[in-house]
């Protein structure tokens, strides 16, 4: 089956300073990669859609400038949490979608990467 | 805008029970409906992918319905073991992928 992988698994970082999350289809092209945050015993919610070749499609809600996603590829996408804050330690996970699936076609799921900010 | 509910928020059975998971969404209009897995501090494994115009799909011990009129899904679980201890997740899929909350689920041995 389809792998997405995601580096770091963990990051532990001050307030203030910035982390960046790759995200990564191993085996196949995503020309469509989503990027979710789920809180302790909450689930999973939607942040962005990033296509690739183009800019990120935030959900209400989130800030762009602070949550930068960047998919320059069709086989990385990377988010940037700029200026994290204690508030922002979650746990993130990114999505892709096959280049060849239709818009109902499945998303793979990464590992995730645990943030914690002190 | 898509709600999905999951009851209950927890559960725990012995071992060998047979249990099921309900999964209820407000907004019909799906395309399909995906059971996941996740164990603590893990990412998520897909269980069962339901087209919205399947009844049901079966893999092993699990088999998930859907009835999109009346916005359910269930997933039963047969002859539970200490190793489906989990949350599972239920999703449908419409302009996006919309969660439910989760169940947790412990067996105990």
């Known amino acids: 089956g389809a792998v997405v992988s995601q580096h770091p698994s963990w990051v532990i970082c001050k307030s203030g300073t910035s982390v960046k999350i790759e995200c990564r289809s191993l085996?196949?092209?995503?020309?469509?990669m989503f990027w979710y945050r789920q809180f302790p015993k909450q689930s999973l919610m939607l942040m962005a859609t990033?296509?690739?070749?183009?800019?990120?499609?935030?959900e209400q809600g989130v800030e762009k400038d602070k949550f930068l996603i960047n998919h320059a590829s069709l086989t990385l996408s990377t988010l940037t949490v700029t200026s994290a804050h204690p508030e922002d330690s979650s746990f993130y996970i990114c999505?892709?979608?096959?280049?060849?699936?239709?818009?109902?076609?499945?998303?793979?799921f990464g590992p995730g990467t645990r943030l914690t900010v002190l | 805008k898509q709600e999905v509910t999951q009851i209950p928020a927890a559960l725990s059975v012995p071992e060998g029970e047979n249990l099921v998971l309900n999964c209820s969404f407000t907004?019909?209009?799906?395309?399909?409906l995906q059971w996941f897995r996740q164990d603590p501090g893990k990412g998520l494994t897909s269980l069962l992918l339901?087209?919205?115009?399947?009844r049901e799909q079966t893999s092993g011990r699990l088999n998930a319905s859907l009835d999109k009129s009346s916005g359910r899904s269930t997933l039963y679980i047969a002859a539970s073991q200490p190793g489906d201890s989990a949350t599972y997740l239920c999703?449908?899929?419409?302009?996006?992928?919309?969660f439910g909350a989760g169940t947790i689920l412990r067996v105990k041995s």
């Open positions: 339901i087209q919205s115009s399947q």
């Open positions: 907004d019909s209009a799906i395309y399909n």
């Open positions: 999703a449908v899929r419409g302009n996006k992928l919309v």
């Open positions: 085996d196949f092209q995503a020309t469509t």
């Open positions: 990033s296509n690739e070749g183009s800019k990120a499609t935030y």
């Open positions: 999505s892709a979608r096959s280049r060849w699936g239709g818009s109902t076609d499945t998303q793979y």
